[in-house]
């Protein structure tokens, strides 16, 4: 029971001893923080609202984006697409793409969003829809040793066409 009645009083024990000053001060950082953190949650919020095809131009734009952009309409087209050749939802597809990206960042190489969809586009894949996780690894896989985008969208058309390979 030792020290019961001080987690029972909660927080508050945190500010005894201190003097009057440092009071003032700890109270208006923990104002200042739960201002952020609302802050935080309220643009997390707002980022929520927005359709997945602008998230995903303003991250490849590295910012503010207009909402009429090209590349949002060109993001919205390939979140159509691409579930029509692959089992993963547009979201999943997104989230996939964008771990991609950030995979090729970490090896040292700067690939866009829109340029990835679009390579990954251009796998058709016509008897059945395969897994756009499979592929997207194996996109990574192929360029973190040494191959060019258009070389790894060469490669990975050639397995799925001219020897009929599957990631299974």
């Avoid at 909660?10 to 923990?30: D, F």
């Avoid at 159509?80 to 190489?109: C, F, N």
Wanted: glycine share 6%; proline share 2%.
């Amino acid at each position: 029971m030792y020290g019961s009645k001080r987690l029972r009083r909660g927080p508050i024990i945190l500010l005894e001893g201190l003097s009057q000053e440092k009071r003032i001060t700890v109270k208006i950082i923990v104002l200042i923080t739960l201002a952020f953190c609302l802050l935080m949650k309220s643009s997390l919020l707002y980022a929520a609202e927005e359709p997945l095809e602008y998230n995903l131009a303003e991250i490849d734009a590295g910012g503010y984006i207009a909402k009429d952009h090209i590349t949002v309409a060109r993001f919205r087209s390939l979140l159509r697409q691409l579930p029509k050749h692959y089992t993963e939802s547009p979201e999943r597809i997104a989230d996939l793409t964008v771990w991609a990206q950030g995979s090729l960042k970490k090896e040292g190489m700067k690939e866009s969003l829109l340029n990835i969809m679009e390579g990954m586009n251009q796998i058709f894949i016509k008897k059945q829809k395969e897994r756009y996780e499979q592929f997207i690894a194996a996109y990574v896989t192929f360029r973190t040793t040494g191959k060019t985008h258009a070389e790894t969208v060469s490669s990975l058309i050639a397995v799925v066409e001219g020897f009929g390979i599957r990631f299974r």
